[in-house]
């Protein structure tokens, strides 16, 4: 019995040998993100655009001209939507803002900015959904005669305005140079 003991004493003490346990230094999470790159898009839509080349861009099911432009690594994705716009631009503004205005019950805040290139027919509204909202940046862009485009920021997790403040500040500069470098193409009325 006293051997067992001897054996259970020299175990405890080996084992409680070793440094003082040191607390855990506090940190911040480090998200980095690639320096913005971007690529031209084209194709047989009747507008294009530069994008970043950190994102995916895919047809949107079978609507002639809507996209996803999806960056993987976020699990963020912009929904682009295309509209005609015929006699009916008041009603596409309208309907715009709707979306927008729908996220007043958890938005703490809604920025909006118009934004003008007239020498290109550029005009439209960017927003900026601060709080819990299901979507973070929406905006649109149109000549105000033939053709309505729309985007829209959602993330596929749960809003949290703190954990995705840093990748929705870099999805907004893409957006933001996306819309600098935004064009209609002439005669098309696809």
Not at 27 to 49: H, I, M, T, V
Not at 121 to 150: C, P, W
Request: glycine share 4%.
């Amino acid at each position: 019995m006293l051997k067992n003991a001897f054996y259970i004493f020299l175990v405890l003490f080996l084992v409680s040998c070793g440094k003082d346990p040191l607390p855990k230094p506090t940190g911040e999470l480090r998200l980095e993100y690639p320096k913005a790159a971007y690529q031209q898009w084209n194709s047989d839509c009747n507008y294009s655009f530069e994008y970043s080349k950190f994102a995916n861009l895919v047809a949107a099911g079978n609507k002639p001209c809507w996209f996803y432009l999806t960056y993987p690594k976020m699990k963020a994705k912009v929904i682009l939507t295309y509209f005609p716009i015929n006699n009916d631009f008041r009603a596409q503004v309208t309907e715009a803002e709707k979306m927008v205005y729908k996220h007043t019950i958890r938005a703490s805040s809604i920025d909006a900015k118009f934004f003008e290139y007239p020498e290109k027919k550029v005009y439209g509204m960017f927003y900026e959904l601060k709080g819990q909202t299901a979507s973070n940046i929406q905006f649109f862009v149109t000549d105000s005669t033939r053709h309505f485009v729309t985007g829209n920021l959602n993330y596929n997790s749960r809003p949290m305005p703190d954990s995705l403040a840093p990748s929705i500040d870099y999805v907004k500069k893409d957006l933001m140079h996306m819309i600098d470098t935004f064009q209609w193409k002439n005669g098309k009325n696809k």
